[in-house]
T-cell receptor, first 115, second 117 residues
Framework: AQTVTQSQPEMSVQEAETVTLSCTYDTSESDYYLFWYKQPPSRQMILVIRQEAYKQQNATENRFSVNFQKAAKSFSLKISDSQLGDAAMYFCVIIRDNYGQNFVFGPGTRLSVLP | EPEVTQTPSHQVTQMGQEVILRCVPI?????FYWYRQILGQKVEFLVSFYNNEISEKSEIFDDQFSVERPDGSNFTLKIRSTKLEDSAMYFC???????????????FGEGSRLTVL
């Protein structure tokens, strides 16, 4: 079974500053994918960033980047130049590589962005 | 841009009643999911559906729950006899999957809020 832990239920960041959201996971699989999904208030979840476990290079998407430490089973999300629109619930998600079944979500981190 | 649509956005029902939540996944997607989220808490997997059958289901998805893809476009979740603890936001999602180098990205609907009284 796969599990995902997000140890920070809530975080806040000043606008334009940088924040890092933590995620650790447990899996017995060697091939898997990790995602960060964002859930703004009263809106559906959208993909922020994706990382394949077989890739050593950390994924980046504009202001969003990850620090993927496979041996430590750690997958943190860094948001640079935080904007008010970044305020949301962020979920760390893992899926094993078997045809896209059963994404496992972490409990989420609620991020507030202070003006 | 293609999107996953869900109806109704909010349904209130009496305990013991049957509820059907409807979803229209993105048309060329292959994998379909139902997740639920109780009061903004953890997102819980219910069931995944592929090739016209359930591919995986969680412990939550007991005999009270069923899914159907009756016409090739709609994907429904039925709860036969609702309980108070079924009150939650139910999210439908679809995906192209991971095969062939695809991203595996889940596309979510906006959710159906179910309130059981």
């Amino acid at each position: 079974a796969q599990t995902v832990t997000q140890s920070q239920p809530e975080m806040s960041v000043q606008e334009a500053e940088t924040v890092t959201l933590s995620c650790t996971y447990d899996t017995s699989e060697s091939d898997y994918y990790l995602f960060w999904y964002k859930q703004p208030p009263s809106r559906q979840m959208i993909l922020v960033i994706r990382q394949e476990a077989y890739k050593q290079q950390n994924a980046t998407e504009n202001r969003f980047s990850v620090n993927f430490q496979k041996a430590a089973k750690s997958f943190s999300l860094k948001i640079s130049d935080s904007q008010l629109g970044d305020a949301a619930m962020y979920f760390c998600v893992i899926i094993r590589d078997n045809y896209g079944q059963n994404f496992v979500f972490g409990p989420g981190t609620r991020l507030s962005v202070l003006p | 841009e293609p999107e996953v649509t869900q109806t109704p956005s909010h349904q209130v029902t009496q305990m013991g009643q049957e509820v059907i939540l409807r979803c229209v996944p993105i048309s060329n997607h292959l994998y379909f999911y139902w997740y639920r989220q109780i009061l903004g808490q953890k997102v819980e997997f219910l069931v995944s559906f592929y090739n016209n059958e359930i591919s995986e289901k969680s412990e939550i998805f007991d005999d009270q729950f069923s899914v159907e893809r009756p016409d090739g476009s709609n994907f429904t979740l039925k709860i036969r006899s609702t309980k108070l603890e079924d009150s939650a936001m139910y999210f439908c999602a679809s995906s192209l999957g991971l095969a062939g180098g695809r991203s595996g990205e889940l596309f979510f609907g906006e959710g159906s809020r179910l309130t059981v009284l």
